[in-house]
């Protein structure tokens, strides 16, 4: 291949998955900075997935909602509360076993290619701040 020329290929060369977060779609006043970086992850994703689909990469973004993971450790009681509030159904925590069933199946379905699956449970971080709702500068509950 000669300097300046780009590698074209009909042939699948590999995949790339990276972790967004609903957050990142449903802005969410009390984490501001996690909001933002969530949703330049996914205008990345969409950017480079344009970029590598010539070279036969495809790049897919995943958006969950509340894992339960130890990562969460003692602001679960917090988004238990606020998922029993907002959620349709189900209304708890997303497992480790359903996150990894979403990147398999975005790894092993070769048609899929510049999207992210949002994994949220209906969960879409909508709180009614109209009644008895404090302003939300004031605080990042559950984030203490």
């Known amino acids: 291949m000669a300097s300046g020329e780009l590698f074209t290929t009909k042939e699948e060369r590999g995949a790339i998955i990276n972790f967004s977060s609903i957050a990142g779609h449903q802005p969410y006043t009390r984490i501001l900075a996690y909001t933002g970086g969530k949703a330049a992850v996914s205008a990345f ?24 993971s130890a990562n969460i450790g003692a ?11 907002t959620s349709s159904f189900p209304a708890r925590p ?13 790894i092993t ?9 949002r994994i949220d ?24």
Do not use: C, Q
């Open 75 to 85: 602001r679960l009681p917090y988004f238990l509360a606020e998922l029993t509030k």
């Open 45 to 68: 994703s969409r950017a480079l997935a344009d970029f590598l689909g010539p070279s036969g990469i495809r790049v897919n973004t995943v958006s969950p909602s509340v894992i339960n």
């Open 94 to 106: 997303i497992t480790p076993d359903e996150i990894a069933g979403a990147v398999n199946y975005l």
């Open 109 to 117: 379905n070769g048609m899929m290619n510049d999207h992210d699956l």
């Open 121 to 144: 449970g209906g969960w879409r971080f909508i709180f009614d701040r109209s009644v008895d709702r404090e302003d939300p500068r004031l605080s990042a509950p559950g984030l203490e």
